[in-house]
């Protein structure tokens, strides 16, 4: 059974700190991995999408690893800003198609 | 292009009656998808229906149906409501092929449910 873990739970940084948010998944089939940021009492906003045959992808100041046979993602943010306050959560697509979620890290940027 | 939408945003409902979420996906996506988000299970998957059919389902009792309209909008219904079927309910529609559903989802609003 796919199980996916996000560490670290929450993290706080200064702005303009760079920071690595990790993804780990017991799995190695997976058929892509999806991060994907959450504002409070708010739906998902999808941030990368990650094929199993791509090794990273990147979106403005955000950028997403997958090394599959180690189970592992990572989403890195350059020079973060207040606005990058939010639950970050990423997610593996498996055989069947459907999203299994990690329980997310909760990022506090101080100003 | 209009994102994913999800009604009612909020519903309040009491122990034992039921009700029905609706989710209208975006346009041209053919796979909706849902899940349910609580703070101690987090989100968990639901069902994903693609052209008016159950494609795949997760592991909750039969409380929980749903069903996909020929416009591909999907409604979910959950009946004899219990207080921990409180949560919020998100929708997500994709592209999704005849056979596969490995593409990006997109994710609505909520429907954020509370049983007294």
């Known amino acids: 059974k796919q199980e996916v873990t996000q560490i670290p739970a929450a993290l706080s940084v200064p702005e303009g700190e760079n920071l690595v948010l990790n993804c780990s998944f017991t799995d190695s089939a997976i058929y892509n991995l999806q991060w994907f940021r959450q504002d409070p009492g708010k739906g998902l906003t999808s941030l990368l999408l990650?094929?199993?045959?791509?090794r990273e992808q990147t979106s403005g100041r955000l950028n997403a690893s997958l090394d599959k046979s180690s189970g592992r993602s990572t989403l890195y943010i350059a020079a973060s800003q207040p606005g990058d306050s939010a639950t970050y959560l990423c997610a593996v697509a498996g055989s069947q198609g459907n999203l299994i979620f990690g329980k997310g890290t909760k990022l506090s940027v101080k100003p | 292009k209009a994102g994913v939408t999800q009604t009612p945003r909020y519903l309040i409902k009491t122990r034992g009656q039921q009700v029905t979420l609706s989710c209208s996906p975006i346009s041209g996506h053919r796979s909706v998808s849902w899940y349910q988000q609580t703070p101690g299970q987090g989100l968990q998957f639901l069902f994903e229906?693609?052209?008016?059919?159950?494609?795949n389902k997760g592991n909750f009792p039969g409380r929980f149906s749903g069903r996909q309209f020929s416009n591909s909008r999907s409604e979910m219904n959950v009946s004899t409501l219990e207080l921990g079927d409180s949560a919020l309910y998100l929708c997500a529609s994709s592209l999704a092929s005849g056979t596969s559903t490995y593409n990006e989802q997109f994710f609505g609003p909520g429907t954020r449910l509370t049983v007294l």
């Open positions: 990650i094929q199993s045959s791509q």
């Open positions: 229906y693609f052209s008016e059919t159950q494609r």
